[in-house]
């Protein structure tokens, strides 16, 4: 049988999907069902007073009327991961104090539709104090922040050197120095699908069913357990279809413990569905980080080190962001060799939505801030860009490679890749660059490497059945948002096991059916799930064919399966249907992948072309290129489609995206009307060149491509606009994200 790893095949989950038969969490349609509305601030901080609700309560169709104080004693609050040295703020599930940012929740309304749930919810009445407040980190900067919260000294949640080498000698006598600082905006994930939550009492557990828009059914079900003092076994958290997540969604929110709870208190089917507003306003949004960074090279160019400082925005409470920070500064090593490394980061609370992880994780960052500042070293040198990072990049005889930068008992290793070759094959599918083209416009190249760590975790479960008919059952712990879970898992299985891709079922992001899974995020399906779901095929096969042995009388070894049939290599007469090694009851196993090294590194280098009009400040891309290396690719089909949804998202963090907040922390961007993401009218596919370099950080080679073709793109992007512009204005530098053409008219008149 042709193998099915490495098969081009369209997805199959996508019929059923683009013919409006998915199933999201708003869907969800059961007998008795009641709405859910939440009273929200629109003021950024305030300390809060009375909360009249007998208005709301007076009103047809509502059923209850909750506060902080109506709330279980279990449910004092949420808090994700963080650094165990950080000031930490867990985030409340109702505030009874002091509202933090616009759109944080003081009370909720239950009603018989949604419509009177939403017309109660404004009815109700809160005295807001208005309190001092502050935005974004880039604002908190520049102005000197007041106090976010009363009893803090002040904003730093945590500070934190991250250094290796001797950085003092790195910029010694006969060094050559570039420095840069950079401005990142605020990013949504901007989902096509805001946020969602169905609950019910479940007759099987005598709990409760939860369908919710995840990327963490586990992480999901931990927190109403929790908070509503519950079993785990008894709470069943399901992501039937998830409208995009990007990260935004990997957490546990308020939401969905306090619809879980109106379904657990009234036994009656909850639903809360999030308008795009509303989605907008209180979803984890990422970036939002000012970096200064100085590089420093002898005079023939190699580098000797990097230095600089990071300030990243938490936002009001300590959620997934605080992890920020550390792939931040890990991916500022991109593809080169760096001797020595000091980088100061603190995390800053701020009057916004708790920060979290969008696509990239950091990543994107780390990488624009050396990919940047590899350019002004490159002037300062007068020599070219591409000649620089040549001249630095770690070569392929030397993978694996040991950055020096302390991660893990081993230190971070870069356990594959050939970055020069990716770099070449980028510029010769790119060809001669146009120093201009027939109209007004400045015409600019930009080029950007990166390698990136892939994959994270370990213990991921995956639960394979044969059943006596011939089909099988494949369970996942994982939570996919559009990944394609269910066409990878099932090309692995049916590789691994033997068998006809189309009888194998894929069943994903459903608490009941395997042991606790992580969150999909990191790039991390194909490295966990997918061998995951190659140790349980490959041990269901040896099953298989351990009994198939003692029936032909044969060693398992010298057996093959092949069109429904096992039989002896070499004596195709001698053999048996596959069916009746079967048992009745199935033959079933579950697996874990639990590897020693979770982290496998993916590496991509991207070239740009674009033609900036000088009177506008409008960008166009011109050309595109992403020479990317992720190892065995499970489908190139849909490795393809990954580069392209990603390349968007990169260009929408280069020249669209922005989360904007004014100084005291009002927001300004919760809806696409002030949010701008990209269209069809602003992407052109990438031209893609692939090469596959092996590693061993996991039996099947395989590494992540979800975030290879968002993570260098700001930094190519942003190359090629100040190449562009230093055609006008030779002094002109780039230092803010997104590029909006405002801001590009501003350089070239000052």
């Not at 019929?15 to 008795?32: M, N, S």
């Not at 050559?176 to 557990?205: F, N």
């Not at 994959?455 to 059943?467: K, M, Q």
């Amino acid at each position: 049988m042709p193998p099915y790893i490495g098969r081009r095949m369209r997805r199959v989950e996508d019929e059923r999907l683009i013919t409006g038969r998915g199933r999201f969490a708003g869907d969800i349609k059961l007998e008795g069902l009641v709405h859910i509305a939440f009273c929200r601030s629109g003021l950024p901080h305030a300390h809060i007073g009375a909360i009249d609700t007998s208005a709301a309560k007076a009103m047809p169709g509502v059923i209850a009327v909750w506060t902080a104080d109506d709330l279980p004693k279990t449910a004092d609050g949420l808090s994700d991961w963080g650094p165990d040295d950080m000031v930490a703020r867990g985030r409340p599930i109702l505030n009874r104090d002091e509202v933090n940012y616009v759109g944080e929740a003081y009370a909720l309304v239950v009603a018989e539709t949604a419509y009177k749930a939403q017309d109660a919810a404004e009815s109700v009445s809160a005295e807001l104090e208005p309190l001092d407040g502050v935005g974004t980190v880039i604002v908190a900067t520049a102005t000197g922040a007041p106090k976010v919260h009363a009893d803090m000294d002040d904003n730093v949640a945590r500070k934190k050197t991250r250094a290796y080498g001797d950085i003092k000698a790195a910029f010694g006598p006969g060094s050559v120095t570039a420095q840069i600082r950079l401005t990142t905006s605020r990013v949504a994930g901007a989902a096509m699908e805001p946020r969602a939550v169905t609950a019910a009492p479940d007759p099987e557990t005598d709990g409760l069913k939860v369908w919710t828009s995840t990327q963490n059914v586990f992480g999901v079900r931990e927190a109403i357990a929790g908070a509503l003092g519950l079993e785990e076994e008894s709470v069943r958290v399901v992501a039937e279809d998830v409208g995009g997540g990007f990260g935004a969604k990997g957490s546990a929110f308020p939401e969905e413990i306090l619809t879980a709870l109106a379904a657990w208190r009234l036994k009656r089917p909850a639903q809360w569905v999030a308008s795009r507003s509303e989605d907008g306003s209180t979803t984890a949004q990422g970036h939002g980080s000012v970096i200064e960074v100085e590089i420093a090279s002898d005079h023939d160019g190699k580098l000797r080190g990097i230095r600089g400082r990071l300030l990243h925005d938490l936002g009001a409470y300590s959620g997934s962001g605080a992890g920020q920070p550390d792939l931040i500064v890990s991916h500022m090593l991109s593809a080169y060799i760096v001797p020595a490394m000091s980088m100061d980061t603190q995390l800053i609370y701020t009057n916004t939505v708790p920060s979290g992880f969008i696509r990239g994780g950091g990543r994107p960052l780390g990488n624009y801030a050396t990919e940047r500042v590899m350019d002004r070293l490159a002037r300062a040198l007068n020599i070219s860009p591409v000649e620089l990072r040549r001249r630095n990049m770690v070569q392929p005889e030397q993978i694996p490679f040991t950055t020096g930068f302390p991660a893990g008992r081993a230190g971070l290793v870069y356990d594959s890749g050939d970055y020069p070759r990716l770099l070449d094959l980028a510029l010769q599918k790119l060809g001669d660059i146009p120093e201009h083209i027939d109209d007004w416009r400045l015409v600019g190249f930009g080029v950007a490497c990166c390698v990136e760590s892939t994959g994270f975790g370990g213990g991921e479960p995956a639960r394979l059945r044969v059943n006596k008919d011939g089909s099988a059952d494949l369970y996942i712990g994982s939570t996919p948002q559009g990944q394609g879970h269910q066409t990878m898992a099932a090309q692995v299985a049916a590789d691994r096991l033997g068998w006809p891709f189309e009888k194998i079922r894929v069943t994903a992001a459903d608490t009941k059916n395997t042991p606790p899974a992580e969150l999909t995020a990191g790039s991390r399906s194909a490295v966990q799930v997918g061998n995951a779901t190659s140790k349980a095929a490959t041990a269901v096969r040896k099953r298989l064919l351990e009994r198939a042995g003692d029936v032909l009388e044969a060693d398992a070894a010298d057996l093959i399966i092949e069109d429904g049939v096992i039989a002896v290599r070499g004596a195709p007469s001698k053999k048996v249907p596959i069916t009746e090694m079967i048992p009745s009851e199935g033959l079933e196993v579950l697996e874990t992948f639990d590897p020693k090294r979770p982290l496998a590194y993916s590496s991509s280098c991207h070239v740009a072309v674009v033609a900036v009009d000088p009177d506008t400040g409008q960008v166009e891309i011109l050309r595109y290129v992403i020479a990317h290396d992720i190892g065995q690719a499970i489908n190139e089909l849909i490795v393809e489609g990954q580069m392209h949804g990603g390349y968007a998202h990169g260009i929408g963090y280069a020249l669209y995206e922005a989360a904007t907040y004014d100084a005291d922390g009002g927001f300004r961007a919760a809806s696409f009307l002030d949010y701008t993401i990209v269209s069809t009218g602003e992407v052109d596919e990438p031209e893609l060149v692939h090469i596959v370099t092996p590693t061993d950080a996991n039996p099947e080679g395989f590494k992540g491509a979800g975030e290879s073709g968002t993570i260098p793109a700001p930094a190519a992007i942003s190359n090629a606009v100040e190449d562009a512009l230093r055609k006008r204005k030779p002094d002109a530098v780039v230092d803010r994200l997104p590029i909006t053409s405002d801001r590009i008219v501003e350089l070239l008149s000052q």
